[in-house]
């Protein structure tokens, strides 16, 4: 029996509470907060995104 144990988030959210569903798709897609998060913690690829239109998505 295969048991897969994901680890939290550093700020203690589960991940998968953390992406959503879009239709076509047949895996979940992160949320832009947790997209920017991995990039941070993994520091890579921070320089490609644009804050002004995260801020933008983020605040609606």
Known sequence: MLTYKYRQQLDGTEPIANTL?????????ATPELALSDLKRVKRN????DLD????VING
Request: hydrophobic share 40%.
């Open 21 to 29: 569903w879009q239709d076509g798709r047949p895996i979940r897609i």
């Open 46 to 49: 921070l320089h490609m995104v």
């Open 53 to 56: 239109i995260y801020k933008e």
